[in-house]
């Protein structure tokens, strides 16, 4: 069964890094797209970066901060974010086709 877990969200200040890690279990990185959205109370979730076996893509606001990267043989995806401002603040949720979701990992920079 196909299944997602999120991990490395936290407190950072505005600057600062953090390194997110999308755990997943029942396929192999190299059949599917995994996307990173992210999610404020209130807004709608947005997309922010993808990565498949030969591409990958980002959302304007975060190019040039965030850079996405998977390890085959861990079966995980990461989002390595820096230069984090408050408005990256959000639930940060890995997805894959088929409408699979992780339970999301919480992300707040603020000083």
């Known amino acids: 069964q196909l299944q997602i877990v999120e991990s490395g969200g936290g407190l950072v200040q505005p600057g600062g890094s953090l390194r997110l890690s999308c755990a997943v279990s029942?396929?192999?990185?190299?059949?599917?797209?995994i996307g990173w959205f992210r999610q404020v109370q209130g807004k709608e979730r947005e997309g922010v970066s993808c990565?498949?076996?030969?591409?990958?893509n980002y959302v304007d606001s975060v190019k040039g901060r965030f850079t996405i990267s998977g390890d085959n043989a861990k079966r995980t995806v990461y989002l390595q974010m820096s230069s984090l401002k408050p408005e990256d603040t959000a639930v940060y949720y890995c997805?894959?086709?088929?409408?699979?979701w992780g339970q999301g990992t919480q992300v707040t920079v603020s000083s």
């Open positions: 990565i498949s076996r030969t591409d990958t």
């Open positions: 029942g396929f192999s990185l190299d059949d599917y797209a």
């Open positions: 997805y894959a086709p088929g409408n699979y």
